[in-house]
């Protein structure tokens, strides 16, 4: 069984004049364990269904069962205890002005009852954990960026979570930054066993840290599947878009035929084009090439400008085909 199920979710904004459907039928199962992020353009609706599975958003229809519990069947007090199991961080890391390091992380716990010796040995485990000894007497107007959001993180930790969920966490930092932070979640997801869901429109932070991904469409759940099956093959044009932003194909040289390649993490290190190019004696012109790191395999893609002669279309199409790459025609008058 997930532990995250969201099962036809719809979430509708009404207004005195008008009506804004932000999310329409999600269907989304995340499990134990894993780092899943939830990727769109901006205005696709990811920070409403990242509240939704919490309950700060209620949805309109539909159902967010979390380790086996529909929220929609939860009393007050039972969705009260339930969000102890589910942290949230900020992109602007919501700390209290007022109060320190220490009393920033024991916020969550002293909301949740807990005593003071026992709030105090929790803060001193979590301080190590995020790096922090040296800044606990400090008040948020003397941390960097990188150091707010520790404190976030640690406070988001203070009353044992299942589940974190991240609402554009890294949006605000620098990419030195975002490294270390994104760092420290991966270490809090394998030590701990924590599931961690990532709301970003940043396909780095997907890519650097994700195991899962959803891609979210006009309030629509256009994609889903691990992340190196859906960057390496991409089945819809919304993932399309994400994934090849930049690719360009068809921009220029208009009409002519093009074809992807897309590089599985086995084969980039193969001399492929240079042998197609010996062995079939055809010229082909690299339109456009990218590579990713994705969980320590490169993956990439490839975009091909063929010879307008047919046959030798042909030649080069088969040749790859039987290399066992993956192909895609690429439509030359596509933006």
Same mark, same amino acid.
């Given at each position: 069984?997930?532990?995250?199920?969201?099962?036809?979710?719809?979430?509708?904004?009404?207004?005195?004049?008008?009506?804004?459907?932000? @999310?329409?039928?999600?269907?989304?199962?995340?499990?134990?364990?894993?780092?899943?992020?939830?990727?769109?353009?901006?205005?696709?609706?990811?920070?409403?269904?990242?509240?939704?599975?919490?309950?700060?958003?209620?949805?309109?229809?539909?159902?967010?069962?979390?380790?086996?519990?529909?929220?929609?069947?939860?009393?007050?007090?039972?969705?009260?205890?339930?969000?102890?199991?589910?942290?949230?961080?900020?992109?602007?890391?919501?700390?209290?002005?007022?109060?320190?390091?220490?009393?920033?992380?024991?916020?969550?716990?002293?909301?949740?009852?807990?005593?003071?010796?026992?709030?105090?040995?929790?803060?001193?485990? @979590?301080?190590?954990?995020?790096?922090?000894?040296?800044?606990?007497?400090?008040?948020?107007?003397?941390?960097?960026?990188?150091?707010?959001?520790?404190?976030?993180?640690?406070?988001?930790?203070?009353?044992?979570?299942?589940?974190?969920?991240?609402?554009?966490?890294?949006?605000?930092?620098?990419?030195?930054?975002?490294?270390?932070?994104?760092?420290?979640?991966?270490?809090?997801?394998?030590?701990?066993?924590?599931?961690?869901?990532?709301?970003?429109?940043?396909?780095?932070?997907?890519?650097?840290?994700?195991?899962?991904?959803?891609?979210?469409?006009?309030?629509? @759940?256009?994609?889903?599947?691990?992340?190196?099956?859906?960057?390496?093959?991409?089945?819809?044009?919304?993932?399309?878009?994400?994934?090849?932003?930049?690719?360009?194909?068809?921009?220029?040289?208009?009409?002519?035929?093009?074809?992807?390649?897309?590089?599985?993490?086995?084969?980039?290190?193969?001399?492929?084009?240079?042998? @197609?190019?010996?062995?079939?004696?055809?010229?082909?012109?690299?339109?456009?090439?990218?590579?990713?790191?994705?969980?320590?395999?490169?993956?990439?893609?490839?975009?091909?400008?063929?010879?307008?002669?047919?046959?030798?279309?042909?030649?080069?199409?088969?040749?790859?085909?039987?290399?066992?790459?993956?192909?895609?025609?690429?439509?030359?008058?596509?933006?």
């Amino acid at each position: 069984m997930a532990l995250i199920e969201l099962k036809h979710l719809t979430k509708t904004f009404r207004g005195k004049t008008q009506t804004v459907e932000a @999310l329409r039928d999600i269907n989304l199962a995340i499990n134990q364990g894993e780092i899943y992020g939830i990727i769109g353009m901006s205005g696709a609706g990811k920070s409403t269904l990242v509240r939704c599975i919490n309950f700060l958003e209620r949805p309109t229809e539909g159902h967010v069962v979390i380790d086996g519990k529909d929220l929609s069947a939860l009393s007050p007090k039972e969705l009260r205890q339930l969000r102890q199991q589910v942290s949230m961080i900020f992109q602007h890391f919501n700390l209290l002005a007022q109060r320190d390091v220490r009393g920033n992380i024991a916020f969550a716990m002293e909301i949740a009852g807990m005593k003071r010796a026992q709030i105090d040995r929790r803060i001193d485990e @979590l301080l190590d954990i995020v790096g922090l000894k040296e800044r606990q007497h400090n008040y948020p107007s003397q941390l960097s960026g990188g150091q707010k959001q520790r404190v976030a993180i640690a406070r988001a930790l203070a009353t044992n979570p299942k589940i974190i969920l991240c609402d554009e966490a890294t949006s605000a930092l620098d990419p030195q930054t975002t490294a270390s932070i994104l760092n420290l979640l991966r270490e809090i997801n394998r030590k701990m066993g924590i599931t961690i869901v990532i709301i970003t429109h940043e396909m780095s932070v997907v890519e650097s840290i994700c195991t899962h991904v959803a891609i979210i469409d006009e309030g629509t @759940l256009a994609e889903c599947g691990t992340v190196e099956a859906v960057f390496s093959q991409p089945r819809t044009e919304a993932a399309k878009k994400l994934i090849f932003r930049g690719a360009g194909a068809g921009s220029v040289l208009m009409g002519r035929r093009m074809v992807r390649i897309v590089f599985d993490g086995e084969t980039f290190n193969e001399p492929i084009i240079a042998e @197609l190019v010996m062995q079939c004696h055809v010229p082909v012109n690299i339109f456009y090439a990218d590579t990713r790191d994705v969980g320590g395999k490169v993956f990439g893609q490839m975009i091909l400008q063929l010879p307008e002669d047919r046959l030798q279309q042909e030649k080069v199409l088969y040749y790859l085909q039987n290399r066992n790459l993956h192909l895609e025609e690429v439509d030359a008058n596509a933006h």
